[in-house]
C-alpha cells in the first residue's frame, strides 16, 4: 500500500482541512447578525437568540480545537491511544450532525416560518442575518464531510489487532 509517511501526511491534511472549515462555519455564524426597523421598532437578530445556533458555534469551535489538539500527538502512540482518538473523533462526528442539523432546522424556520404554528418567516426582514447563517451552513456540511472522510481514513489506516 502506501507507506507510513504517506497515510500520515494524507491524515494530517484531512484533519487540517476538517479544522479549517469548522473555524471558518463558527466564524461565519457567529458574525450573523442583522438590525432592521419593522413598523416603527428595531429588531435585532443574532445567534445568540437561538440556542441551536449556538450549539452550531460550540461544536464546529470544539471540532476545530481538538483536531487541531490531536496533531501535537505523536504518531507513534500505542494502539490504545490510537483507538482512543478514534473514539473521540465519532464522538466529536456526532455532535457535529446534530449541531448541523440543528442549525439547519432553525434555518429551514426562519426561511419558510411555520403557518400550522403561526411564526413566519423572518429572512425577509433580515436578509443579512440569514445569507450568514445560510454561508455558515455550507461551511458546516464542508466540514461533516471532511470530518467523516477524515474518520474513514482512520478507521481504514488503523490496525485492528495487537
Not at 438590525?35 to 441551536?52: D, L, N
Not at 457535529?96 to 434555518?107: E, I, P, Y
Amino acid at each position: 500500500m502506501f507507506s507510513a509517511k504517506a497515510r500520515w501526511i494524507v491524515a494530517v491534511v484531512l484533519r487540517v482541512a476538517a479544522a479549517g472549515a469548522a473555524a471558518v462555519a463558527a466564524v461565519l455564524m457567529a458574525m450573523s447578525h442583522d438590525e432592521v426597523i419593522v413598523y416603527g421598532m428595531e429588531v435585532q437578530a443574532k445567534f445568540r437568540y437561538t440556542p441551536s445556533l449556538v450549539f452550531f458555534v460550540a461544536a464546529n469551535a470544539a471540532v476545530s480545537a481538538c483536531s487541531l489538539v490531536v496533531l501535537l500527538v505523536p504518531s507513534s502512540t500505542s494502539k490504545l491511544a490510537a483507538r482512543l482518538l478514534l473514539m473521540a473523533d465519532v464522538v466529536l462526528g456526532m455532535v457535529l450532525a446534530g449541531a448541523f442539523a440543528a442549525a439547519g432546522a432553525m434555518a429551514e424556520l426562519g426561511k419558510n416560518g411555520n403557518s400550522h404554528a403561526g411564526w413566519i418567516a423572518i429572512c425577509v426582514q433580515v436578509p443579512l442575518f440569514c445569507d450568514r447563517v445560510r454561508s455558515a451552513l455550507v461551511a458546516g456540511s464542508a466540514t461533516i464531510v471532511l470530518y467523516y472522510l477524515m474518520l474513514m481514513y482512520s478507521i481504514y489506516t488503523l490496525p485492528m489487532f495487537p
